[in-house]
């Protein structure tokens, strides 16, 4: 069975860095590409970061480049997300993805997504 188990979430000032972890069982890990996506209440479901299986290319949306950084550590099967100068807007519920041909937004088989952890950003 593939669990995928998200941590590291809470809250946080704004300025403040968070790392969440997302520790994967149930999968051969190193051939998932892997992603963090986010949900904030009365918005879409965003993409935020994507990481290819040997760690080799990662990508970001907009608005968090710079700030956020995706890793992975394929022999613990985790990947993490570093937020750094987190925002406001930033404010949502975190979600990790793992995906054997790294397709996006996918929820059909194949797919795995973990059940969230929250990430607030308020002084």
């Known amino acids: 069975q593939v669990q995928l188990v998200e941590s590291g979430g809470g809250l946080v000032q704004p300025g403040g860095s968070l790392r969440l972890s997302c520790a994967a069982s149930g999968v051969t890990f190193s051939i998932y590409a892997m992603s963090w996506y986010r949900h904030a209440p009365g918005k879409e479901r965003e993409l935020v970061a994507t990481i290819t299986t040997t760690g080799a290319r990662t990508n970001y949306a907009d608005s968090v480049k710079g700030r956020f950084t995706i890793s992975r550590d394929n022999a613990k099967n985790t990947v993490y997300l570093q937020m750094n100068s987190l925002k406001p807007e930033d404010t949502a519920v975190y979600y990790c993805?793992?995906?054997?041909?790294?397709?996006?937004?996918?929820?059909?088989?194949?797919?795995?997504w973990g059940q969230g952890t929250q990430v607030t950003v308020s002084s």
């Open positions: 993805n793992a995906d054997r041909f790294g397709r996006t937004y996918y929820t059909g088989p194949g797919g795995y």
